[in-house]
Nanobody
Framework: QVELVESGGGLVQVGASLRLACTAS????????MGWFRQTPGAEREFVSL????????NYSDSVRGRFTISRHRVQNTAYLQMNSLKPEDSAVYYC???????????WGKGTLVTVSS
């Protein structure tokens, strides 16, 4: 059983920064990639960013590129999302996502709420 535990959400003002963290745990779990998606009420979940474990290759959505930075702690199976210059439209529930190496199974965290007030 793989568990993803997120932390770091909260309420901030426009222009502020937040850092989200997600740690994956589970017997013999080895990530191929980890990342973040976000969702607002009534909308579909949208991709934000991901990082691959081999090579640390990263991807970002156009809406966050240049403001958000994803990183990882390889040994601790933890992914971080540094969010700078936050905008009201960044307000959402942020979900951690992980894809396992080998079998390729995908897993989700329960989500952490980010609210950016103007």
């Amino acid at each position: 059983q793989v568990e993803l535990v997120e932390s770091g959400g909260g309420l901030v003002q426009v222009g502020a920064s937040l850092r989200l963290a997600c740690t994956a745990s589970g017997r013999k779990f080895s990530p191929y990639a980890m990342g973040w998606f976000r969702q607002t009420p009534g909308a579909e979940r949208e991709f934000v960013s991901l990082i691959r474990w081999p090579g640390s290759h990263t991807n970002y959505s156009d809406s966050v590129r240049g403001r958000f930075t994803i990183s990882r702690h390889r040994v601790q199976n933890t992914a971080y999302l540094q969010m700078n210059s936050l905008k009201p439209e960044d307000s959402a529930v942020y979900y951690c996502w992980a894809k396992a190496a080998g079998w390729g199974s995908e897993h989700w965290g329960k989500g952490t709420l980010v609210t950016v007030s103007s």
